[in-house]
């Protein structure tokens, strides 16, 4: 009991570490930017788009050279089914996220395939370096396409969520907090990721479940928090593209961004990522079938009510309850 209490105990400090991080580095680099006179779009689609992913991309590369594979791709995989069915699920029920905004039906088939890439890949069961390389090339083209969709005046949530800078009421303003938050976010970022790691593989270890059990569940679900706190915000303001343009782009930069980050490090420096095979049980397909779910909602241009939000929140926990049957039992 010990043991099982430190790890968890290591398992979120680790989570608040990292995403207080990841916040003091996005503020600082934002805070840089705009006093370099950089333009809030340009902002957005890199300093923002990259700072927001950079705890789900530390902690992934992290676990892969830590010999943690199975954290590193839960992380990936449980994140995407818990923001579809968690994220999406939760403030469905408050408020109908509706689909016909410019750009969703676009974003929900970039991620549909996305999640076909990714599988693709590492059917090979192997997340190798010539992936990540490949992967990195999509987020690189992602944020190209946005950025010309974005010049080109075309109303599009997740371009216009990555650019809202101006919300960030809480951007240092002088030097000395600019370098103490940018330094303690460099800091920050490693460190958070190494106790989740340690405190990942321990619990995995004394419950005797495979690590990625704890990144599909517990580290995926932690660092989907700040979407979902988003989400639900945007759902009570009644700003809905908001709040499905915010869960889509996450889960492309999931697939693309984090999925480049752990390939070429683990390829780089171990020469892959071992990709353990209970992904293609049902974790795999799982990922795929909330993609392909946004991806409908978003062809039909049907709005996510409250009925269809209960069934999502349903769902992710049907999931989690196949997962504890498959591997407690």
């Not at 990841?22 to 788009?49: F, M, N, Q, Y």
């Not at 303001?237 to 343009?245: F, H, P, S, Y």
């Not at 293609?280 to 993609?291: G, I, K, N, Q, T």
Request: aromatic residues 6%; hydrophobic residues 60%.
């Amino acid at each position: 009991m010990t043991a099982i209490l430190l790890d968890i105990i290591l398992l979120i400090a680790g989570l608040a570490i990292l995403l207080l991080g990841g916040d003091w580095l996005v503020r600082s680099a934002v805070a840089l930017a705009k006093k370099s006179g950089i333009p809030a779009l340009i902002i957005g689609l890199t300093v923002v788009a990259f700072g927001t992913s950079a705890p789900e991309m530390v902690v992934s590369a992290v676990a892969a050279l830590s010999n943690a594979p199975g954290l590193a791709i839960g992380n990936i995989v449980g994140s995407n089914i818990a923001n579809t069915f968690l994220v999406l699920g939760i403030p469905a029920l408050i408020a109908p996220l509706a689909t016909r905004a410019t750009g969703v039906r676009r974003n929900a088939l970039i991620a549909l395939g996305a999640s076909f890439l990714f599988i693709g890949l590492t059917w090979d069961r192997v997340l190798s370096l010539s992936d990540g390389i490949i992967l990195a090339a999509g987020i690189v083209a992602y944020i190209a396409y946005l950025g010309w969709t974005a010049f080109k005046a075309k109303a599009d949530p997740a371009v216009a969520e990555m650019a809202d800078i101006e919300h960030m009421d809480a951007v240092p303003i002088s030097p000395l907090k600019i370098a103490l938050c940018l330094v303690g976010g460099v800091i920050a970022l490693p460190l958070g990721a190494n106790l989740i790691v340690e405190g990942g593989t321990g619990l995995a270890d004394v419950l005797g479940v495979p690590e990625a059990v704890v990144g599909l569940t517990v580290l995926a679900l932690g660092t989907s928090l700040p979407e979902l706190a988003t989400s639900l915000v945007a759902a009570m303001r009644r700003q809905v593209d908001m709040a499905i343009g915010n869960v889509i782009g996450s889960n492309i930069f999931n697939l693309f961004a984090v999925g480049g980050i752990t390939g070429i490090t683990a390829g780089a420096a171990l020469g892959g990522a071992p990709v353990d095979g209970e992904f293609f049980r049902l974790d795999y397909w799982v990922m795929l079938a909330a993609a392909g779910v946004i991806a409908g909602l978003a062809l039909s241009r049907r709005a996510l009510g409250r009925a269809a939000g209960g069934v999502l929140f349903a769902a992710y926990c049907a999931y989690i309850a196949a997962l504890g049957i498959m591997n407690l039992t």
